[in-house]
């Protein structure tokens, strides 16, 4: 069997890279010949050679990155006839897709190991137009806070970047008319947001939807139907507190095979697809059932470490904001 490693030098502030030898042994150990590449600043340069790995016969890639590095892999290989077993070794800020396969997010050898016991998922597989994504797709306000923070920022302040960038952005919530079908109904009118989650996790936060089941072919589809500030720092209070958020008055809820967005009136609404830009609406979303084989951790071991740190300052962060004086947009 072949193993290619495809690792973001960048990612884990630049620890991954140190780390790349044991985990090429780990592999060996497991009856792999294994080889690794790492990316460059090229467009795609994950997914292209994600492609020419697969075309060459290789029975597994490793993404060893962010979750861009895993969405850059899935694209390279999504669209083939034959798609080799795909394992992540999670070295990004949130690792929201590592987060719901349950892979070992606090050291690069234990994700290795979790690849090497070869346990596969059958994993859903989103399309978004001629785009593919793994975890998560989003559009309106604040969905472009994972690829407006820069780099640096993310690699030497990790998650607090985008508490700041979020407190900023915040206030500047306007409205979208919007026009969103989805199986078994039509939603027109005003939104400020909207998500179509395929696993439980997103932004570091595990409640996004209680009732997900990983691979039935159904997204979760989440369209905030205010700009009211207050309101919407509620359904995010209510989210963090424990999936709540369902039951808000202002969150249309629903499962679903597909969605379709565009906007009704002249304002962009631009797509986010595992924290990247995804080009503008008019887009379509489907779902491919069980596209891809995933590794993931199914011991009786699973990591259970939360980001409790995280929590707490965005939730005092969504108290100071509720404190303040905001402009109540409607």
Aim: charged share 20%; net charge negative.
């Amino acid at each position: 069997m072949r193993a290619r490693v495809i690792y973001n030098p960048s990612s884990g502030r630049e620890q991954l890279k140190k780390s790349m030898i044991d985990i090429l042994h780990i592999l060996e150990q497991a009856g792999y010949e294994t080889s690794a590449f790492a990316t460059t600043p090229e467009p795609q340069s994950a997914a292209k050679e994600a492609k020419r790995a697969a075309l060459a016969g290789f029975d597994l890639i490793v993404a060893a990155g962010g979750d861009g590095t895993v969405n850059d892999v899935v694209n390279g290989i999504a669209g083939l006839d034959q798609r080799p077993k795909v394992g992540i070794i999670p070295a990004g800020t949130t690792n929201d897709y590592a987060r719901a396969l349950k892979i070992p997010r606090t050291g690069f050898l234990k994700a290795a190991e979790v690849i090497a016991a070869g346990h596969a998922i059958p994993m859903d597989i989103g399309q978004a137009n001629d785009t593919y994504f793994v975890n998560i797709a989003a559009g309106g306000y604040l969905t472009d806070l994972t690829y407006e923070v820069p780099s640096k920022l993310k690699t030497a302040f990790g998650y607090l970047a985008y508490l700041a960038k979020g407190a900023e952005k915040i206030p500047q919530i306007k409205p979208i008319p919007m026009h969103i079908e989805y199986e078994g109904g039509v939603y027109e009118g005003v939104a400020s947001m909207f998500f179509i989650a395929m696993t439980n996790s997103t932004g570091g936060f595990e409640m996004l939807d209680p009732n997900i089941v990983l691979g039935d072919g159904k997204f979760s589809l989440f369209v905030i139907k205010t700009a009211n500030i207050l309101e919407i720092l509620q359904i995010i209070r209510s989210l963090i507190m424990g999936g709540k958020h369902i039951d808000h008055p202002q969150v249309l809820y629903a499962q679903t095979t597909f969605v379709k967005v565009h906007s009704m009136d002249s304002q962009t609404i631009q797509i986010n697809l595992d924290g990247e830009y995804g080009g503008d609406c008019p887009t379509t979303f489907l779902n491919h059932q069980q596209h891809i084989e995933i590794i993931g951790n199914t011991s009786d071991y699973a990591e259970t470490v939360e980001p409790l740190e995280e929590q707490t300052s965005f939730l005092e962060m969504i108290e100071e904001l509720q404190s303040e004086d905001l402009p109540s947009s409607k």
